[in-house]
Nanobody
């Protein structure tokens, strides 16, 4: 199981953009599907988006569809989550995880014991 590290979070005004990055220090995530998940204070963790190992398949939660894009650069060993038109309700800690890329997994996150520290995204004026 990969150990993943997230970065790129911050404070942004509503309507702004951020790009999150996910890497696997000392390893490579080239062969693995990667998902982004988030957890807001007082709420359960929820799936946001995922991408297959080749990048040919992507899925998005309805709440971010049309605003977020996911991509990967296997040469750089990085998966990105480009977040546009951010809303206050996008405020959360964002995590990436090595999980199959399916809508089922985004909607019902399976048991996963390898969550990293995450990166905080705060959308506020």
């Amino acid at each position: 199981q990969l150990q993943l590290v997230e970065s790129g979070g911050g404070l942004v005004q509503p309507g702004g953009s951020l790009r999150l990055s996910c890497v696997a220090p000392g390893s490579t995530l080239d062969y693995y599907a990667i998902g982004w998940f988030r957890q807001a204070p007082g709420k359960e963790r929820e799936g946001v988006s995922c991408i297959s190992s080749s990048g040919g398949t992507t899925n998005f939660a309805d709440s971010v569809k049309g605003r977020f894009r996911i991509s990967r650069d296997n040469a750089k060993g990085t998966v990105y989550l480009q977040m546009n038109y951010l809303k206050p309700e996008d405020t959360a800690i964002y995590y990436c995880a090595q999980l199959p890329c399916t809508l089922t997994i985004l909607r019902t996150i399976p048991d996963y014991d390898y969550w990293g520290q995450g990166t905080q995204v705060t959308v506020s004026s």
